[in-house]
């Protein structure tokens, strides 16, 4: 049997750029360190420094892991939509091309305490 709607359906996603009031989404994740079972979901305005990200955001939610006061910013491997990526610490986001909803990833070779890597 067949059913046929009497009313068409247009779904509308809350999720978009216009619905944050200057905001975007920015989702963070650190390879190999399983105590954050997902990215971090982080709501900033694209004028935010990369290095503010760092430092008022992304840190204060890293504290939990062993291995966050050993992190050398410096030498962080980061990957943008899954590509290597080099990020510009002064400059916002958009000016390091991170849009509403981009992810970022960090590796931190030599801190995988919580799993076992080679």
């Given at each position: 049997?067949?059913v046929?709607?009497r009313k068409?359906?247009?779904?509308?996603?809350r999720?978009?750029v216009?619905?944050f009031?200057?905001?975007?989404?920015v989702y963070?994740?650190w390879?190999h360190?399983?105590?954050?079972?997902a990215?971090?979901?982080?709501?900033l305005?694209p004028?935010?420094?990369f290095?503010?990200?760092?430092?008022?955001?992304?840190?204060?939610?890293?504290?939990?892991d062993?291995?966050?006061?050993?992190i050398?910013?410096g030498k962080?491997?980061w990957l943008?939509d899954?590509?290597?990526?080099?990020p510009?610490?002064?400059r916002?986001?958009?000016?390091?091309g991170?849009?509403?909803k981009?992810q970022l990833?960090?590796r931190?070779?030599g801190?995988?305490?919580?799993?076992a890597?080679n």
């Open positions: 049997m067949s046929v709607a068409e359906y247009v779904a509308v996603p999720d978009r216009e619905n009031h200057g905001k975007q989404l963070v994740s390879d360190h399983l105590l954050f079972a990215p971090f979901l982080l709501c305005p004028q935010t420094a290095g503010e990200l760092l430092d008022s955001a992304l840190q204060p939610l890293l504290q939990a062993p291995d966050a006061a050993a050398d910013w962080v491997e943008k899954n590509q290597p990526w080099v510009d610490f002064e916002s986001l958009a000016d390091n991170i849009a509403h981009g990833r960090m931190t070779p801190l995988n305490s919580l799993c890597v």
